[in-house]
C-alpha cells in the first residue's frame, strides 16, 4: 500500500494557461474525490468519481475544470485558461468500498497563478 | 449554506493533558456521517475518526474520541494525553447527507501543545 500519489508536488503557471494535475488512488480504492484548499480553509468539495462514471460535481466548480478516470484508476484534474483566483493546494483523496467513505489523501498539488 | 462550524480558530494544551476541539453541524438528514482529520504542516491529511449517525457509542481511536451529541449537532474531537506530535491543524467534515458522496470541512482549528 503506497498511498494515495499526487503530481506534480508544485506547479507555477502563467495567468491564462492550461494546467493538468494527475492522482493515483490506493489500489482497489474505487472511490476518489478532488478538493481545492486555500490559505486558512478547509478543504472544499470539487468531484467524486466511482470507478470511471463521475457522479458528483460542485456547483462551485466552474467550466473551466473538468477530471477525468477514464479506466478507474489515476484521474486527472485539468483548469483551463487559468486564473490567480485559481491559486490553491488541490487535493486528491481516495476510499474502498463498502466502508464509512472515511477518505485518504495524497500529499497535494500547490499551485500558484502568476 | 455552512454545514461545518469549527468556531475555534487556534488552541493550546500542555503536553500530557486533554483537550477539546469543537464542531457542530447543520443537517436535516437521518443519516450521516462524521470526520476528523489531522493536517500537520507537511500538508497530507491524516484520517483520525469517524462516527455514524446512527452509532450510540462514541466513537474511540487511541488517544482520540468523538463526544456526540446529536441533539446539539455536536461532534467534538477529545485527544487525550496530549503529545508534542499532535500540534497541527484538525478539521471536521461531515459527509453530505443527500448521496453521501459529497463531503464537507469546517475552517479548523489550529492546535498547538507546549511542552
Known amino acids: 500500500d503506497t498511498g494515495v500519489s499526487q503530481d506534480p508536488r508544485h506547479k507555477i503557471t502563467k495567468r491564462g494557461q492550461n494546467v493538468t494535475f494527475r492522482c493515483d488512488p490506493i489500489?482497489?480504492?474505487?472511490?476518489l474525490y478532488w478538493y481545492r484548499q486555500t490559505l486558512g480553509q478547509g478543504p472544499e468539495f470539487l468531484t467524486y468519481f466511482q470507478n470511471e462514471a463521475q457522479l458528483e460535481k460542485s456547483r462551485l466548480l466552474s467550466d473551466r475544470f473538468s477530471a477525468e478516470r477514464p479506466k478507474g484508476s489515476f484521474s486527472t484534474l485539468e483548469i483551463q485558461r487559468t486564473e490567480q483566483g485559481d491559486s490553491a493546494m488541490y487535493l486528491c483523496?481516495?476510499?474502498?468500498?463498502?466502508?464509512?467513505?472515511?477518505?485518504?489523501f495524497g500529499p497535494g498539488t500547490r499551485l500558484t497563478v502568476t | 449554506a455552512q454545514k461545518i462550524t469549527q468556531t475555534q480558530p487556534g488552541m493550546f494544551v500542555q503536553e500530557k493533558e486533554a483537550v477539546t476541539l469543537d464542531c457542530t453541524y447543520d443537517t436535516s438528514d437521518q443519516s450521516y456521517g462524521l470526520f476528523w482529520y489531522k493536517q500537520p504542516s507537511s500538508g497530507e491529511m491524516i484520517f483520525l475518526i469517524y462516527?455514524?449517525?446512527?452509532?450510540?457509542q462514541n466513537a474511540t481511536e487511541g488517544r482520540y474520541s468523538l463526544n456526540f451529541q446529536k441533539a446539539r449537532k455536536s461532534a467534538n474531537l477529545v485527544i487525550s494525553a496530549s503529545q508534542l506530535g499532535d500540534s497541527a491543524m484538525y478539521f471536521c467534515a461531515m459527509r453530505g447527507p443527500l448521496t453521501g458522496n459529497q463531503f464537507y470541512f469546517g475552517t479548523g482549528t489550529s492546535l498547538t501543545v507546549i511542552p
Open positions: 483523496a481516495s476510499s474502498l468500498p463498502g466502508t464509512n467513505y472515511e477518505q485518504y
Open positions: 489500489s482497489e480504492h474505487n472511490r
Open positions: 462516527q455514524g449517525s446512527y452509532d450510540e
